[in-house]
């Protein structure tokens, strides 16, 4: 569909003939004159899925545990295989690549749908930037969620004190100091 916008960009905004549209894009000459020309734009196929996934209620589960799932991290969401072999407690009779199939196409129709639009961030020179994010730190064997605050307002405290902009020394020293006081609250997954 692309080409074909492209053909008729180049006859209709850009003047170009149908000869020199055929040897740019090195198309057939009478391929270059139909879709220059011509008004009438070839229909996309459309393609009617069918099968288990799609027919029975299958399908419709997969889609709410992916639903479910994008609203958690990322760490804590469903795998593909755990998908399958929860499907199959419940009766389901096909295959591991059934199922990895259909959550591929619907993760493929999910991101068709988002818009992609970016902006680059920009900061001005001389400025350090500090973002712990969200981590998650265990404590007596549960996750515990007060060491995020605990660091931030140490980290609100340290910029009071220090009463100007911090050098990317400054801050290293700081995380320096967070990773001795609070490592043991670290752990990796």
Request: aromatic content about 10%; some cysteine.
């Given at each position: 569909?692309?080409?074909?916008?492209?053909?008729?960009?180049?006859?209709?905004?850009?003047?170009?003939?149908?000869?020199q549209i055929a040897d740019t894009l090195s198309i057939n000459w009478r391929t270059a004159k139909k879709?220059?020309?011509?008004?009438?734009?070839?229909?996309?196929?459309?393609?009617?899925?069918?099968?288990?996934?799609?027919?029975?209620?299958?399908?419709?589960?997969?889609?709410?545990?992916?639903?479910?799932?994008?609203?958690?991290?990322?760490?804590?969401?469903?795998?593909?295989?755990?998908?399958?072999?929860?499907?199959?407690?419940?009766?389901?009779?096909?295959?591991?690549?059934?199922?990895?199939?259909?959550?591929?196409?619907?993760?493929?129709?999910?991101?068709?749908?988002?818009?992609?639009?970016?902006?680059?961030?920009?900061?001005?020179?001389?400025?350090?930037?500090?973002?712990?994010?969200?981590?998650?730190?265990?404590?007596?064997?549960?996750?515990?969620?007060?060491?995020?605050?605990?660091?931030?307002?140490?980290?609100?405290?340290?910029d009071k004190k220090l009463g100007r902009t911090p050098t990317s020394q400054d801050i290293m020293d700081f995380a320096d100091t967070i990773e001795s006081k609070y490592r043991r609250y670290?752990?990796?997954?």
């Amino acid at each position: 569909m692309s080409e074909i916008n492209c053909i008729k960009t180049l006859r209709n905004e850009k003047g170009l003939s149908i000869s020199q549209i055929a040897d740019t894009l090195s198309i057939n000459w009478r391929t270059a004159k139909k879709y220059g020309d011509e008004d009438q734009l070839p229909q996309e196929k459309k393609i009617i899925k069918k099968g288990m996934m799609y027919k029975e209620r299958w399908g419709e589960i997969i889609i709410d545990w992916l639903e479910e799932d994008s609203k958690i991290k990322r760490k804590l969401r469903r795998t593909n295989k755990q998908m399958y072999e929860a499907l199959v407690t419940m009766g389901f009779l096909g295959s591991y690549r059934t199922v990895c199939d259909f959550i591929a196409d619907c993760r493929t129709a999910r991101e068709d749908a988002k818009s992609k639009g970016y902006e680059r961030l920009e900061h001005p020179e001389g400025e350090a930037q500090v973002d712990f994010g969200v981590m998650e730190a265990v404590h007596e064997g549960e996750i515990d969620p007060k060491i995020h605050s605990k660091i931030t307002n140490e980290w609100s405290k340290w910029d009071k004190k220090l009463g100007r902009t911090p050098t990317s020394q400054d801050i290293m020293d700081f995380a320096d100091t967070i990773e001795s006081k609070y490592r043991r609250y670290w752990y990796d997954k």
